[in-house]
């Protein structure tokens, strides 16, 4: 049997034209996943953003009604640096986000409208691997996002998105991409994005600062290369983004 730490990844299919990226709270998809999507936008590739929250709970110093605006733009600026104008938050609660049936339906509202071939969550699984234990919010969006992408197909499910929305289904979706996953099979060269990824996540100041006392910029290069350079013994040596690629 094939070691998976160092069975080699395969490149992400380029035969796409439209991304929707989907997860729990502004700074997430800048936490490693921001090289690979500079280099789509790059080449022409549209990619929008949904967050559930506005990662209103996530500054100690800051009390949610006065956070909630803070990071959204902070989200909104960060991912302009990638290339992404169309930004949209759910509003459902930072750190309390149920699955269940509504925050599918949700999701599957926001496929029908973007009707993205691609879409892109972050690991929805009980740890980061070994001991490091996942956020509640992080496993709730990854696990609903992914049965989002078959409701979002079926006409039956939700029928009110048509009835009340005017959103026709969309079955366009061919994968679901999940960064940050413990059990990764596909990469991206992360080289052409990564300064701006660094960039990227910068723009999240206000959070990053109440974080750690270490420099932002310091930080946030330090990260991101050690993240990318960790998955380039399994991408041919190059410094990558990674997804566990789930086909549909």
Same mark, same amino acid.
């Given at each position: 049997? $094939? +070691?998976?730490?160092? @069975?080699?990844?395969?490149?992400?299919?380029a +035969?796409w034209?439209?991304?929707?990226?989907?997860?729990?709270?502004?700074?997430?998809?800048?936490?490693? &996943?921001? !090289?690979?999507?500079?280099?789509?936008? +790059?080449?022409?590739?549209?990619?929008?953003?949904?967050?559930?929250?506005?990662?209103?709970?996530?500054?100690?110093?800051?009390?949610?009604?006065? &956070?909630?605006?803070?990071?959204?733009?902070?989200q909104?600026?960060?991912a302009?640096?990638? =290339?992404?104008?169309?930004?949209?938050?759910?509003?459902?609660? +930072?750190?309390?986000?149920?699955?269940?049936? =509504?925050?599918?339906?949700?999701? !599957?509202?926001?496929?029908?409208?973007?009707?993205?071939? /691609?879409?892109?969550?972050?690991?929805?699984?009980? $740890?980061?691997?070994?001991?490091?234990?996942? $956020?509640?919010?992080?496993?709730?969006?990854?696990?609903a996002?992914?049965?989002?992408?078959?409701?979002?197909?079926?006409?039956?499910?939700?029928? @009110?998105?048509?009835?009340?929305?005017?959103l #026709?289904?969309?079955?366009?979706?061919?994968?679901?991409a999940?960064?940050?996953? $413990?059990s990764?099979?596909?990469?991206?060269? !992360?080289?052409? =994005?990564?300064e701006?990824?660094?960039?990227?996540? /910068?723009?999240?100041?206000?959070y990053?600062?109440?974080?750690? #006392?270490?420099?932002?910029?310091?930080? &946030?290069?330090?990260?991101?290369?050690?993240? !990318?350079?960790?998955?380039?013994p399994?991408?041919?040596?190059?410094?990558?983004?990674?997804?566990?690629?789930?086909?549909?």
């Open positions: 049997m $094939t +070691d998976q730490k160092t @069975e080699q990844l395969e490149e992400m299919p +035969d034209q439209r991304a929707l990226a989907v997860v729990a709270h502004p700074d997430d998809l800048e936490y490693g &996943c921001a !090289a690979a999507i500079a280099g789509w936008t +790059d080449q022409g590739r549209e990619v929008a953003y949904l967050l559930a929250t506005r990662g209103e709970a996530g500054i100690d110093g800051i009390a949610p009604a006065q &956070c909630a605006p803070l990071r959204e733009r902070e909104r600026a960060s302009a640096v990638v =290339g992404v104008s169309v930004v949209e938050f759910l509003d459902h609660k +930072d750190g309390v986000i149920e699955y269940g049936t =509504g925050l599918r339906r949700d999701i !599957a509202a926001a496929i029908r409208r973007h009707r993205p071939e /691609l879409v892109i969550t972050l690991n929805h699984r009980d $740890t980061w691997g070994g001991t490091a234990w996942n $956020t509640p919010d992080h496993r709730a969006v990854g696990r996002t992914l049965d989002a992408a078959a409701d979002a197909g079926n006409r039956w499910i939700f029928p @009110e998105l048509i009835s009340e929305q005017g #026709e289904p969309w079955d366009g979706v061919r994968w679901v999940v960064a940050g996953s $413990t990764p099979t596909h990469a991206v060269d !992360a080289g052409p =994005g990564l701006r990824s660094v960039a990227s996540l /910068l723009e999240h100041r206000l990053i600062e109440g974080l750690t #006392e270490q420099d932002p910029q310091e930080y &946030c290069r330090t990260f991101l290369t050690r993240m !990318a350079e960790m998955a380039a399994r991408f041919g040596g190059r410094p990558a983004v990674t997804f566990e690629l789930f086909g549909r």
